[in-house]
């Protein structure tokens, strides 16, 4: 088979390797149809993350399950599944918490499509084929209806854009009506997933950018968009608040624009980087502050509930390819770009 590999910073080629084969009971063998870049893909297309070359890409997608182990149930071949970036079995204590970024069954950071940061490299969904252990707890069933290329971010970015306000849903629906409002500062496609998540919820959402794409998109799914690199410091503080862009700037501003005993989560990779926080100022106005990575297969069933709504994330995907031209399209990559193929 064929996967996409990185070659060197801004390059990459396909490359022969061997097909995937059924070795577990628990296991399943999928053929990726749409795949998503992640915000991070872009940072190593434009050598602001320096992961070394030689690695499998893509761990966003939409794939078919080409066959299963004798021990699989849940799925089946034929069926459309959302493949989670994370892998986990489904049954540890981490697991059963809701942690599945976290599973105790399987090295720290095992996952697809990041080469040297994983603990446990998966190999990546820009190829025919790949390898899915626990299938059962690991691969969920695409709803009728839903547009692939519209989800292929349902495995990392997606989810990590829901946690920053899914979770809080009850809290935001306890203000007063005038006070629903969610600021998030942008700077990646989590940002518009947050945005739209909190416009679903039934919040006024302001949204601060500079890029004209992710602005537009962010206005298409309900937000008000706000040409800006940092939020406004003379407006009304936020009870709950969104930081995306990895920026040390935007993440102070974001904190000051949180009100008293409000929430701000921020969802950047800082690379490599410290910067003060003001821990102080936050113990003195009781701002809870999340950051850490998504734990994607627990959320993302109640992703779902929310688009049988009739949410539509299409909006947050700027380019879409076909799988001949992803070494291109993956080297050009600035914004959700998805690659598919019949």
């Known amino acids: 088979m064929r996967q996409l590999v990185l070659d060197a910073p801004g390059h990459y080629s396909w490359h022969d390797a061997a097909d995937p084969e059924l070795v577990s009971p628990d296991q399943a063998i999928v053929r990726p149809l749409a795949v998503a870049c992640c915000d991070l893909d872009v940072a190593v297309a434009q050598s602001r993350a320096l992961l070394p070359p030689g690695y499998a890409q893509g761990h966003e997608g939409v794939a078919e399950v080409v066959a299963v182990g004798d021990a699989v149930t849940r799925v089946r071949p034929g069926e459309r599944v959302i493949v ?51 299938a059962d707890a690991m ?30 849903a009850d809290e935001l629906a306890a203000l007063d009506e005038a006070d629903r409002r969610v600021l998030v500062t942008g700077g990646l496609s989590v940002g518009v997933y947050a945005a739209a998540f909190a416009v679903a919820l039934g919040a006024r959402v302001d949204y601060v950018d500079t890029d004209p794409q992710r602005l537009r998109a962010a206005e298409r799914l309900g937000a008000r968009p706000v040409d800006a690199a940092l939020p406004d410091p003379q407006a009304d503080p936020y009870p709950i608040t969104v930081s995306t862009s990895a920026n040390p700037a935007s993440l102070a501003a974001t904190l000051k624009a949180t009100w008293p005993f409000g929430l701000c ?46 949410l539509d994330l299409l909006p947050a995907v700027e380019t879409v390819a076909d799988w001949e031209s992803a070494p291109q399209a993956w080297a050009a990559l600035r914004g959700k770009t998805v690659i598919t193929r019949a």
């Open 84 to 134: 989670p970036f994370q892998l986990s079995c489904g049954h540890c204590r981490e697991c059963r918490r809701g942690v599945t970024g976290s599973c105790g069954s399987v090295p720290p950071l095992a996952m697809y499509g990041l080469g040297s940061i994983a603990g446990l490299d998966a190999g990546g969904f820009l190829a025919d084929l790949v390898s899915v252990p626990y």
């Open 139 to 168: 691969l969920i069933p695409l709803p009728a209806g839903l547009d692939p290329i519209a989800v292929a971010s349902m495995s990392d970015n997606i989810p990590d854009g829901w946690r920053t306000i899914g979770p809080h």
């Open 265 to 310: 989560t921020d969802t950047g990779i800082y690379y490599g980087g410290t910067f003060p926080l003001p821990i102080l100022d936050l113990y003195m106005s009781g701002i809870r502050f999340v950051t850490g990575r998504a734990n994607a297969r627990a959320d993302i069933p109640r992703v779902l509930e929310l688009l049988a709504t009739g």
